[in-house]
């Protein structure tokens, strides 16, 4: 893959941020700013549960968004009583973005770093942590 040429002298061959990155940028940044100042608690614009309307039951995301307004918040503890599996998860969708930021800014090809397997390990943690949370004295 040839390297572009540096422009005006400058000493980074990378082009710009494309707008689609900027754009994808600004949303999670808007995103997270909304779950930050509004309690996701009996808001009608949050996204609702559909299994667990229907069923009472709790999916393995159920309480994700008000985990994230406790972490945004830094109360770690309640973060972790409403949805362990998010945050115990958290750090490896922030090593993820990371590398993808990383791979994009040295110019290399980007690789995911989760195979196959891992997708399905984390597919099976999810599904076994959905049973596990439903389960008598869970709470």
Do not use: K
């Not at 100042?37 to 008000?66: D, I, M, N």
């Not at 770093?113 to 004295?137: K, S």
């Amino acid at each position: 893959m040839p390297v572009p040429p540096r422009l005006h002298g400058s000493a980074d061959p990378r082009p710009g941020l494309p707008w689609q990155g900027w754009l994808a940028l600004a949303g999670a940044v808007g995103a997270l700013v909304v779950v930050w100042g509004v309690e996701p608690q009996g808001q009608f614009f949050y996204p609702r549960c559909w299994l667990h309307q229907s069923t009472g039951l709790l999916c393995p995301g159920c309480g994700a968004t008000r985990a994230l307004h406790a972490l945004l918040h830094g109360d770690l503890r309640t973060a972790w009583t409403l949805n362990p599996l998010v945050v115990a998860l958290l750090p490896v969708g922030w090593a993820y973005g990371a590398h993808a930021a990383w791979a994009w800014r040295t110019g290399r090809r980007w690789m995911p770093p989760l195979g196959a397997r891992h997708l399905v390990v984390l597919t099976a943690v999810a599904f076994v942590f959905g049973i596990v949370r439903n389960l008598p004295g869970w709470r």
